[in-house]
């Protein structure tokens, strides 16, 4: 059974940084893709960023390019999502994903979910 556990979350001032990390168990981690989604508050939920096994990146919302970094620690089962330069807009529930299919499809990512961490960011 594949589990997804976000933590990192937090209230942060517009311009600062934090660093989701998504723990990942119960998967041959090496060999799926992995993401991260937000649902922001009244909206519906987007993906943000996806890393493939091969640590391929793909950034989804164009707002965050150049901002946020996608990476993966196979060794350690973790997936990571680094936000710099933080805006108000930006505060979400931020959910990991996993996906074992190739080739990764932005349209349809995600067969396994965590629960979410919450991200305000205030103005």
């Known amino acids: 059974q594949v589990q997804l556990v976000e933590s990192g979350g937090g209230l942060v001032q517009a311009g600062g940084s934090l660093r989701l990390s998504c723990a990942a168990s119960?998967?041959?981690?090496?060999?799926?893709?992995m993401g991260w989604f937000r649902r922001a508050p009244g909206k519906e939920r987007e993906l943000v960023a996806t890393?493939?096994?091969?640590?391929?990146?793909?950034y989804n919302v164009d707002s965050v390019k150049g901002r946020f970094t996608i990476s993966r620690d196979n060794a350690k089962n973790m997936v990571y999502l680094q936000m710099n330069s933080l805006k108000p807009e930006d505060t979400a529930v931020y959910y990991c994903?996993?996906?074992?299919?190739?080739?990764?499809?932005?349209?349809?990512?995600?067969?396994?979910w965590g629960r979410g961490t919450q991200v305000t960011v205030s103005s």
């Open positions: 994903a996993a996906d074992p299919r190739y080739p990764v499809v932005v349209r349809t990512f995600g067969t396994d």
């Open positions: 890393i493939s096994s091969g640590g391929r990146t793909y």
């Open positions: 119960g998967l041959t981690f090496s060999v799926y893709a």
